[in-house]
């Protein structure tokens, strides 16, 4: 047996540094051209017994941390740590952090050795030592329609899990199997049936069922009632509250409804292209939300009452794309709180360039000479001008326009550039070098990552 | 403007005849947003594709019912299209008419996307996968809008100075939006192509003398050629909607002799010129040549559809296919294609069900927006209450197969009548509603009947807890409640127990 099983520790599952980058592949030698950052160092915890509820847009990784947490895929770096001493995971979490403020780069998937988090880091395992912690975390996905084979019958689906896990014999499993289905408000004759023979909501049951079956510690639900119908719902919600208060379970909940969150969940943690955002006790994100992000999320839900209208904040645009996520904070080029050092870089400035120092078109650039072309070099944006090498009169042209956009609206890209300066007969923009917000705990258990709460002194 | 009356559509299915919808009543006025809400199964979908015409035929077919549009009775003439016949064994089998289909499906081509137009739920499986999505809204245009079109070609005229001033402001103004803006009345004015003059303006190293030489040139080059071709395909166009318009209230039993004649002008007119223009579109290289103004056009029309649903880089998105997008920007294309020709009435059938919350709620903005701008009537099918109350002016519940209860937004929150309509909004999970974490949510007792065999009298009596003994064998009708709700409960009906009770605001 191993150490772990013996007792119940306070954090049930634990994430540290955790990332999971998808390679893109291209060209005609399939080499990989790129990297999805599907999660991209993310640190979570889920304590016993409670709902951690996992909220984001659609491509923003939630899924995909999910299946991490669950050992489904194997991570790119960072660690999964279950049933875990409280005090262990702060440290493991500590010197992640430490680690990759010294280097940076992308370590090891097995971090440092000799630490004391053998017994409990599920990703160092070997499959096979794996399989004994497979029951005891289960997962619920949205689409009840294609979670469920549909060539089995309804008690061999529920046996499954129990057979392959030696836990019983055939007919203890199926004595097991007919109480499960009770358990989750199915009749005992809906045993000999398909799962094409049930409506949405009673297929999700059996889903629920499946999951609960092994006597899992930890059930994942991924968008359990997405798919559903609102009073199907409400009843799909109850039954997993009733379940949880039965047998104790720890549930982490993946949502975008916001609605189902505060019904559900202890804890809230919101994430945004890969990486957490904000983390807070769920009455307190609902009531005093910090990041601009969650703001955002929340006036978004629409209100179930002709009369009252919620102020809305509009997010512009989509997601960015997680192969070439935006510099410092992720969420600068949607945000409305947005200041100079939130991590602007040379492509946020780029399209109004065109405009500014072109000559013929705008006339307070009329000193300078043609524009000719744009480039972006890392944090710099140079501007090249045909053959004509620019004077320093014309640098100082240059570095008026820039201030004069950033006083504008919608100039915050050019007020984060900190110098104009003269360079190989070109004029270059330099801005300052992309730092993303740190993690700052507000008020106990809130925490949030976002330049408008004051920052740790480096 | 539009009148659904006693619609009943039914699917011929190896087990039996499902009635999907039956005897569905509903009216939407000009201008108005109706919601029509329910649980799936309940049949509001099917509603929405028997207005347009699309069930497929077999299994399903309109049983009986009329929708009123505009005057004319959209399912004239299609009474004989299918028919169900006992085949062997005694099970019933239907028999479809290939001639009166095909016919009837003609005249609804000329309904469909120009008055008539449909958003589907699943952007994603109803985009053509293999098109670029600019082409994709560009066909209907070419399609439904050649008059207009050709219209716009035939006014061309050459470039005046004014022109190039315009031109050189929308180089030179200090502000982008603004220049922008200039951009676009400058294309409208000389109707040369928006991208062509934005590429023109943001090419660097250029002098404004050379920038007005190469618009000259292009102005050039689009110059009008062919008028007698687009004279002729906009005569088409015109006769072709004349004809089927008469032809359309012959059908509908309201046409005058007048109509009659005018139809059998029209259509030999049509005839005649229909076989020039066959002539010359069978020959590839004449039909490439004069169809392309008429292909430039459209997409000129098509990029400024994208930008009105707020697509900021219409000229990339134009030429993405739909994979490439994602599930907002794929919702935005299906609104700007069905809003393409301006229709009277847009359907839309869970828009935002498979949207982010977010991106839900620009969508719903963008809809709220452009029913100002653009005077449509909207249907919007959802089973988000949550929706229908930040959109609606009106909702119609549906309960297996029929409406239940109708009533102005407002009334129908505050004060539901029917207790289905009581049930939905109780278990609706809302950020605001305080429910202390420990009490269940409220629900509906039971699941939606099998509509194979539905429950007899009301078919909400299995799972309402005021049922009673009448509700098991008579079905209600819908009736007027107050002035401006209607009602299909007994509750309501001499002898209920809520008879006497006027609803607030009724």
Known sequence: MLPSDRQAHEILVGAVGLKKHFPVKGGVLRRTIAQVRAVDGVDLFVRRGETLALVGESGCGKTTLGRLLLRLIPPTSGEVLFNVPANLYASARDRWQRTAEEDGAMRSPKGPQ????????????????????????????????TSLDPRMLVKDILAEPILINNQMTRPEAMERVAQLLQEVGLRPDHLYRFPHEFSGGQRQRIAIARALAPEPEFLLLDEPTSALDVSVQAQILNLLKDIQRRQGLTYLLITHNLSVVRHMADRVAVMYLGRIVEEAPTRELFESPLHPYTKALLSAVPVPDPKRRREKILLPGDVPSPV???????????????????????????????????????PHASTLPALSEVSMEGNRLRLLFGGSRPSEAQRQVVADLVRGRAAEAGGMAFQAIREVVLEEGSIVLEFPPPLEPAWVEVSPGHSVACYLYPQPQA | MLSVQGLQTEFLTPRGVIRAAD?????????????LVGESGCGKSVTALSIMYLIPTPPGRIASGAIWFRGINLLAGSENEATVRRGLGG??????????????????????GREVSMIFQEPMSSLNPVLPVGYQIAEVLIYQRRKVICDRLLARREITDEDLELFKEAVTHPDAAQRERLLADFCLQTALPVEKVAAIIDRSGLQMEERLARIRRLSERTKTRHAWFLRLARELDVLESEWITREWRVLSGVASSEDDRRRLAAQAQFRSRQALFRLVMSIPVLRRILMRPIEEEARRRVLEQLKNVRISEPHKVYNEYPHELSGGMQQRVMIAMALACDPALMI??????????????????????????????????????????????????????????????????????????????????????????????????????????????????????????????EEPRLLPQGESRRVACFLYEEGGSRATERPAGA
């Open chain 1, 324 to 362: 070439d996520p935006p510099t410092g904070c992720r969420f600068h080029t949607r945000c409305n709180a947005v200041m100079p050092h939130c991590g602007w870089s040379p492509r946020d400035a780029a399209s109004a360039t065109a405009y500014l120092f072109d000559s013929s078109r705008n």
């Open chain 2, 91 to 112: 099970k019933p089998k239907l028999v479809r008419n290939d001639t009166a289909l095909r016919r009837h499906r003609a005249r609804m081509a000329k309904i469909r």
């Open chain 2, 348 to 473: 839309a059938d869970e828009p935002t069900t498979s949207l982010d919350v977010t991106t839900q709620a620009q969508i719903l903005t963008l809809v709220r927006d452009l029913r100002e701008r653009i005077h449509s009537s909207i249907l919007y099918i959802t089973h988000d209450l949550a929706v229908i109350a930040e959109l609606c002016d009106r909702v119609a519940v549906m309960y297996a197969g029929k409406i239940v209860e109708e009533a102005p937004v407002g009334d129908l929150f505050a004060h539901p009548l029917h207790p289905y309509t009581e049930g939905l909004l109780e278990s609706i999970v809302s950020l605001d509603k305080e429910v202390p974490t420990d009490a269940p949510l409220p629900t509906i007792a039971g699941t939606v009947p099998d509509l194979l065999s539905p429950p007899s009298g009301c078919r909400f009596h299995p799972r309402c807890k005021y049922a009673f003994a009448r509700c098991k064998t």
């Open chain 2, 23 to 35: 005897g569905v009543d509903f009216d939407i006025q000009e201008g108005e947003v109706l919601g």
């Open chain 1, 114 to 145: 000799g630490d004391g988090l053998d017994p409990y880091a599920i990703t160092r395992l070997r499959t096979r030592a794996f399989k004994p912690f497979r029951r005891r975390m289960q997962p619920v996905f949205q689409d009840p329609f």
